[in-house]
């Protein structure tokens, strides 16, 4: 079984799919493992730690994935211009990574055309048997903890309460608006570096993980709220009803902010717009608001992917692109991790060959493609 990994080149991407760490293991599981020079650089991995880990290290990505039975990827194959990375796979070969399906019909149709069997890694199931594949909360975590960091960067006061001879400095106050994942971790972030946090979800289970890290769960008084989390343990969209009190609530709340970071998703919609104009309009000058969210539409209003918006009372709007770039290093050897797990689960580990079975929830739920054909029914597959 031939193992390939190509250097990512979507812009500004820092991440790779393999570490050495994971070389060694998906050696041991039969795999001759195939890495395109340079592939690891970004995140301070050079070709040599690859060899020794005993990897071999190839001049082209065409060469890298030449026959490969699976190819590791961190974003979609690149199909643009002259730019065809679909083209070098052969048909049939186990193709894994963040493909973001929810917005790329046409990639996906391409893949399956192409004759590989595709995996989206976002899609693996929140069961407890897939936590250790579980890329979301992996990336998410650090995304969480990088925006707290990002954020103290661009403000220009300190977190914690000083009580010095030269007078006293009030904490920094910080709200966390979505806690999920990213959410947690931004709090416990915020909280070590002596912020006075709070934070605020539509599912009310979430106020004992936020108190249980020291911040204050924003409560928005309304039956709705029981009803908020899906059986997945994902939010729903919520009523107009309900965004109207949470709106009244948050914009209080916002007046005597001065950090916000916002991560609220809906899986496979855009992001809910959480914060209003008319609520940027009520923070104090010199305010930092970080939007997460804004890889999907952001949950603030006047974010711009990629960009920082200064607004006309001086509030700072930043709204991150792949923000986990910032740390590439942990970043890839988390997502390393995860796909090291995923692929174990399909290796027949007596005849060291690939079998995929669709069976198991968690290669369901991921394969978006096989045999040439889209095989998620809800990306226009039909069900098994
Ligand atoms: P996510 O990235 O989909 O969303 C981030 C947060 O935003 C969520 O907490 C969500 O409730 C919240 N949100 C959505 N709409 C909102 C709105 N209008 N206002 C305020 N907040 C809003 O979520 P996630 O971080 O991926 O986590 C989702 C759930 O899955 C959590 O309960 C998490 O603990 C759980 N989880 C379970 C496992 C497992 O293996 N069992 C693994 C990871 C996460």
């Given amino acids: 079984m031939k193992l390939a990994v190509p250097k990512e080149i979507w812009p500004g991407e820092k991440r790779v ?5 994971t070389v060694k293991k998906f050696t041991g599981l039969g795999f001759e493992v195939v890495i395109e020079t340079g592939a690891g650089e970004n995140a301070s991995i050079a070709d040599d730690r690859y060899i020794d880990a005993g990897a071999t290290i190839a001049k082209t990505a065409r060469v890298a994935t030449d026959n490969a039975d699976v190819v590791l990827k961190v974003r979609p194959p690149m199909v643009e211009g002259k730019i065809n990375e679909l083209a070098t796979y052969k048909k049939g070969a186990a193709v894994i990574g963040l493909f973001d399906p929810y917005d790329r019909a046409e990639l996906i149709g391409k893949m399956a055309e192409a004759g590989v069997t595709s995996f989206a890694m976002e899609l693996v199931p929140r069961i407890s048997r897939a936590q250790s594949m579980d890329v979301l909360s992996s990336q998410s975590n650090l995304a969480g903890y990088r925006s707290v960091i990002d954020a103290a960067y661009e403000f220009g006061r300190i977190f914690p309460m000083m009580m010095t001879a030269a007078g006293t400095l009030a904490p920094t106050r910080v709200v966390i608006v979505g806690a999920g994942v990213a959410g947690l971790q931004a709090i416990a972030t915020a909280k070590r570096m002596g912020a006075v946090v709070s934070a605020f979800d539509v599912r009310p289970a979430v106020k004992e993980q936020v108190q249980s890290l020291g911040g204050t769960f924003i409560e928005v008084e309304d039956d709705e709220a029981e009803t908020a989390e899906t059986a997945g343990g994902y939010a729903r969209e919520m009523s107009d009803d309900y965004k109207k009190k949470q709106a009244d609530k948050l914009k209080d709340v916002l007046a005597k902010t001065d950090i916000v970071i916002t991560t609220a998703l809906i899986p496979g919609r855009p992001a809910p717009e959480i914060v209003t104009a008319d609520m940027v309009a009520g923070m104090k000058d010199g305010s930092i608001i970080i939007d ?20 006309a009372n001086g509030v700072k709007i930043i709204g991150p692109a792949n923000i986990v770039s910032s740390v590439p290093t942990d970043a890839t050897a988390m997502y390393a991790r995860n796909l090291l797990n995923f692929v174990t689960l399909m290796v027949d580990g007596e005849k060291k060959e690939l079998a995929f079975n669709r069976e198991d929830q968690i290669i369901a739920d991921t394969m978006l493609t096989h045999d040439g054909k889209i095989v998620h029914p809800k990306f226009g597959g039909e069900a098994m």
């Fill in 17 to 21: 799919a393999i570490t050495p760490d």
């Fill in 292 to 311: 997460l969210a804004a890889e999907r539409g952001g949950n603030v209003a006047g974010v711009k992917l990629g960009e920082t918006t200064i607004t």
